[in-house]
């Protein structure tokens, strides 16, 4: 079974994304790891379905790609344990977190919000969803991500600083959540830049694989 968004059940409502959940990308960025989730949010319009191409923005030239597991959330309301948590999970997919990392640089140096950095439109490139049992463990999905055929990026949920329920519950401390909320739970290290013409794979033996081209401005 593939749950896809856009449907009466699971309309895409807020994008909760988070930075810095794996040490190795933290550092890599030189960033310090964090003692709390760092949570920013996107907008539905950041979408970009499977097959469809990524459109650079005009405002940024240095697009790097960050992969992610996707939590898809099928249950309202506010988790305060990690079994309460699980609850709230209805699917499983894999994403992109678009980043004009030129933009991003600048806007640090300011103390400035992420939003023009990481918010544009089709900034979120996202797969099909597969539907969460008990027979999967949150703490043992691995992903990769391929441009162009070569091996860029290898995750594993297990080096998240924050868990998945730990990051349902903080998320949930604050906004009460929605079915059709997205959670896009961090990337591991190797991020880096996509150019015209590159293709993106990003995959998982059990989610599936899914690939966008990158269109030139």
């Known amino acids: 079974m593939i749950i896809e968004l856009f449907d009466t059940t699971y309309i895409p409502r807020r994008l909760f994304c988070i930075g810095r ?3 190795a990308h933290a550092e890599e960025l030189g960033n310090l ?3 709390s989730p760092v949570v920013f949010m996107k907008p539905p319009t950041c979408l970009v379905p499977r097959g469809a191409p990524i459109l650079p923005p005009a405002h940024g ?4 790609f960050e992969t992610e597991l996707v939590i898809l959330i099928g249950t309202e309301g506010r988790a305060n344990s990690v079994e309460e948590a699980l609850v709230f999970v ?3 997919s894999l994403g992109l977190d678009l980043t004009l ?3 991003q640089s600048a806007l640090k140096a300011k103390g ?3 939003e023009k950095a990481k918010a544009f439109d089709g900034s979120a490139p996202l797969g099909s969803f597969i539907p969460f049992d008990d027979s999967m463990d949150l703490a043992d999905i691995s992903f990769t991500c391929d441009v162009n055929g070569q091996r860029r990026q290898n995750g594993h949920t297990a080096n998240m600083i924050f868990s998945i329920p730990t990051l349902i519950m903080e998320l949930s401390a604050i906004w009460s959540l ?4 997205l959670i896009f739970t961090g990337t591991p290290e190797g991020v880096g830049p996509l150019r015209a013409g590159d293709t993106i794979t990003i995959a998982n033996t059990r ?5 966008w081209e990158v269109q030139a401005k």
């Open 101 to 103: 990392r030129d933009v």
């Open 112 to 114: 400035l919000p992420w």
């Open 21 to 23: 959940n794996y040490v």
């Open 61 to 64: 030239d240095d697009l790097h």
């Open 90 to 92: 209805e699917g499983l």
């Open 207 to 211: 989610i599936g694989s899914f690939s």
């Open 33 to 35: 790891v964090p003692e």
């Open 178 to 181: 929605k079915p059709g909320d």
